[in-house]
């Protein structure tokens, strides 16, 4: 197809002098709205006032521009048939065959905290309907909606054979995933404010941050996306300073180890290796809690990536500077500390630019692609305070075993069930994930242990069907337990609790993680 006339409206002025003039050149006649008509002609390119194709002004302070039957149909009309040019020309209705549009800045003025009414104003809604009229009829009108299409677009221009269907067919279906996007973004941001609960569908706003060079394995295609409206402390919202692009297993390790290190206040550190912890550690600084981190499971934390929730000081460059370390996520990097661990020319370096803690987690929704679905859950919360806790067991823990056990359920939350941790003080000693029976998970945090376990406390994510992992605890020196209850045979685990002289207390809620 060729170009004779083209609409042009866009928010976004970024390489339209450059598209129309291209445009111009190949004696297509433009047409467009305020703004950007205002820019053209001062650029001296030549475009007529929609407003004298439809002989009505633009109105409402220029909430209707395009919304006219002389646009739409212009663009609407399907070239081959008879009835419907007829239809058009006895109107005295010209054909529009391209439409050129970028969309009224929404995300930017909600994310600004612009008021609600210049966030109401931002929804455009003549741009959509010209988007969507000339996506419908692609195989006659092409739609321009990214200026990264002007190139390619620009150059079929001139080709001999003008803009084939198969490029008009994939910048049709570019054009309703920005139109699907928009109203999502809007969607979101509406239904969150004012809205509880789930909606009856659910629209996820995102946008490409890039595609990464494979997925878990390299036969697999991957890209990672940005959620606009996210807010708080987030991977997304990094940026990295230094090294290999990342991957797909990198990204969501450096979630995991973010997410936990987002539950604790005092320096701590967070060692991940394939979506589990292998260390955690807080301490008085944060180099301590990296040191204590790491050596709770050293061999497991070859290849790891490493969260601090304080900025990495030249102590803890110089800890982690001799070991395979994938990737490092923190609020920032000393000078010292990055030009040691920028030696290392992989290293992937990220730095969140704002604080890791509990006051700057945002509020998220937890979602599974399944096949043909998807689930989604609210963020689960492992708050629980010393009055939380109910002593089951005719001793009750110490002062000491309770901050501990506190500290243990926090790390339970963020391990693959069934899970089950020992932890001394502010460290874990031994962690064991991901088994089908949570005896063998206790029975694997005791064989991790890099460290005697005697005197540890033991978190459980749910609770116990019997009492075997409470004995095996038992065997491995574990005090004290914490878990959810409610088991039928809550008695019997709390009766062998009794026999080993151990402390027991129920949370009443489950921190499942599968």
């Keep these: 197809m060729k170009v004779k006339r083209a609409l042009i409206s866009v928010s976004d002025k970024e390489g339209i002098l450059e598209f129309s003039r291209g445009l111009a050149s190949t004696g297509a006649e433009i047409i467009s709205t305020g703004g950007t008509r205002r820019l053209l002609a001062e650029n001296g390119i030549p475009a007529a006032e929609v407003s004298d194709v439809t002989g009505f002004p633009e109105m409402l302070d220029g909430r209707v521009k ?82 990264s299409q002007y190139g390619e677009v620009l150059e079929a221009l001139r080709s001999p054979e003008g803009i084939g269907l198969p490029l008009l067919r994939r910048l049709m279906a570019e054009a309703f995933v920005a139109t699907a996007n928009y109203d999502a973004m809007i969607a979101s941001r509406m239904h969150g404010e004012f809205c509880e609960g789930f909606p009856k569908s659910f629209p996820i706003p995102t946008e490409k941050v890039e595609d990464l060079r494979y997925g878990e394995n390299p036969d697999q295609s991957a890209a990672f996306y940005a959620e606009p409206f996210s807010r708080g402390t987030t991977v997304a919202s990094s940026e990295k300073l230094h090294g290999k692009e990342l991957s797909y297993n990198n990204i969501l390790d450096l979630d995991k180890s973010l997410d936990i290190a987002m539950d604790f206040e005092r320096p701590t550190a967070v060692v991940m290796k394939h979506t589990n912890p292998c260390g955690l550690a807080s301490a008085d600084t944060i180099s301590e809690a990296l040191r204590t981190a790491y050596a709770v499971d050293p061999m497991s934390a070859f290849g790891c990536v490493i969260c601090l929730n304080r900025a990495c000081d030249e102590a803890s460059a110089e800890l982690i500077s001799p070991y395979f370390v994938e990737a490092v996520i923190c609020p920032g990097y000393e000078p010292a500390a990055l030009e040691i661990l920028s030696r290392k020319k992989n290293i992937r370096l990220l730095r969140t630019n704002s604080p890791i803690g509990p006051a700057h ?79 063998d998970s206790a029975r694997i945090a005791t064989m991790k242990a890099n460290e005697p376990t005697e005197g540890s406390v033991m978190a459980s994510d749910a609770f116990f069907p019997f009492r075997d992992g409470v004995d095996e605890a038992a065997g491995a020196g574990v005090t004290a337990i914490i878990q959810p209850g409610g088991s039928i045979r809550d008695q019997e685990v709390i009766d062998a609790a009794d026999e080993h002289g151990m402390a027991m207390v129920f949370t009443g809620r489950r921190v499942f993680r599968h």
Excluded at 110 to 118: H, T
């Design 66 to 147: 395009t919304l006219h039957p002389a646009v739409h149909a212009g663009i609407l009309a399907r070239r081959g048939s008879p009835a419907h040019m007829s239809a058009i020309a006895s109107a005295g209705i010209a054909p529009i065959d391209m439409v050129v549009v970028n969309l009224y800045p929404f995300k930017e003025a909600a994310l600004r905290g612009s008021s609600f009414e210049d966030v109401i104003e931002n929804i455009d809604i003549g741009g959509p309907s010209l988007i969507r009229a000339a996506a419908k009829n692609h195989e006659s009108v092409a739609v321009v909606t990214d200026p």
């Design 361 to 439: 987690k945002g509020p998220e929704h937890r979602m599974k692609k399944v096949r043909g679905g998807l689930l989604v859950q609210t963020d689960g919360s492992a708050d629980i305070g010393p009055g939380g806790l109910r002593t089951v067991t005719r001793r009750a823990p110490t002062e000491e075993e309770t901050a501990a056990m506190l500290f243990a359920w926090k790390l339970a939350k963020h391990v693959t069930s069934n899970a089950v941790v020992y932890v001394k003080g502010e460290r874990a000693v031994g962690i064991g994930a991901g088994q089908m029976s949570r005896v």
